[in-house]
Structure formats: structure tokens, C-alpha cells
């Protein structure tokens, strides 16, 4: 089945183009201008993929996102002319999974497009048994994880994230390796948005965040957790 991808932008030329481009790699592509209907559309249609952008008229494409995360894991790419760094952390504190800055070229949209649709299959854990550490279950079928018997809310990426470390207890993943591996592509951007996701995972771990995930002064990330055979 072919994936779908919602634009959501409010210029038409810029949803029309971002069409063309996405239909002729095969994409079924949904569309819209207005923040409140690309929520319905998220719910109603459950696409793989939303490019976002920011500049909506009717509501803030941050609220947007915030509310689209809030009901769903879905990958979001925020498509925006705002190149301030804040906005760029913001957006992906709140859940989005990538950041492209206007003006872009389509074909390196739909290169994201195909770089976050691939994510799940690489390199991902067997989905049977589930990895579990003391304290700490993570399901990679069921995309689920559990901290001292509570549910832990993450958003796909931070899942992948955190998965792609725990697969590998103890190895040390650099900033650079953790953005190929998870993100799908080679970043030549800021590495930091790498340490956002880890603030955003150890956050939503609660007080024993810092525990599994530990940092590697000057280099990066490295999972602490032992491995637990109790189910």
C-alpha cells in the first residue's frame, strides 16, 4: 500500500508543488491550509507522514503539532521559513521528527519523506521478546514503553531513539552515528538536535532518565541499562 503524506501549508502553490513531486514517487497525498483541519485530517485519515508548516492563519503550527502528537505517533516533518533556532528546537522538543527551513528543494522534501518512512525497519530490535532492563520494558512490535510498571509517552522519533541505544547496551553512539541511524540520512546540520530528543526521553522517563541514558563527554549517548530476564 502506497504511504500517504499530508501537506499542510498555506500557500496552495507550495501544496501543489510539494504534490507533484510526492504522487510521482508513488505517494498518496492529502492536503490543506488551515491548522484545525489538518487535525482532523491526522485523526480521520491516520497518514504516515505530515509536513508541517508553521505559518498557519487560522491556528500556530506548534499548536498544531502539540495537538497532533498528543493523539498520535505519526512522523512529522515542519516545513517553515522560520529559521530561528528556537523554533527549530521547539519543534522538535514538542514531537517533530524533522526540520527543513524554506526555501527548499522538493526533491530534498521527498528524500525526508522517504528517509522517515524507512526508519522503523532499520536496524530495529526482534520484535519478540520485548528488550527489558530493571525498571524498564520497551516493545519494539508494539512501540510501547513501560518505566516501573507505568506507560511512558514518546513520540516515534524519541522512540527510535531510545530503541536504537538499548539494542546495543553500553556501546557509545556519537552524535553523528545517532543521526544516520535514526533519522536515515547524514545530517549536516546542528548535531544538537540530538541532545533535544535525549532531554525530551529522559524527561518522559522520570526521575531514572539519567540512569539509562548516560552521556559520553565529547563524544555522545550510551545506554546504561542491564538486561533483565524477569517478563
Known sequence: MAPTVLVVDDAAEIRTLLRSYLEAEGMAVLDTGSGDEAV?????????????????PDVSGLDVLGRVRAESSVYVIVVTARAEEVDKLVSLSLGADDYIV???SPREVVARVHAVLRRPRVDTAPTDPALRFDGL????????????????????????????????????????????????????????VVDVHIRTIRAALGDSGSTYIGTVRGVGYRFLGSPSDRP
Open 40 to 56: 482532523r485530517l491526522t485523526t480521520e485519515q491516520q497518514p504516515d507522514v505530515v509536513l508541517l508548516d508553521l505559518g498557519l
Open 137 to 192: 520494558t520497551i516493545d519494539p512490535e508494539r512501540r510501547t514503553v513501560t518505566a516501573d510498571g507505568s506507560a511512558v509517552q514518546l513520540s516515534a522519533l524519541d522512540f527510535d531513539l531510545l530503541l536504537a541505544l538499548a539494542e546495543h547496551p553500553g556501546r557509545v553512539y556519537s552524535r553523528a552515528q545517532l543521526l544516520e541511524k535514526v533519522w536515515g540520512y547524514s545530517h549536516l546540520g546542528d548535531e544538537r
Open 102 to 104: 524554506k526555501p527548499f
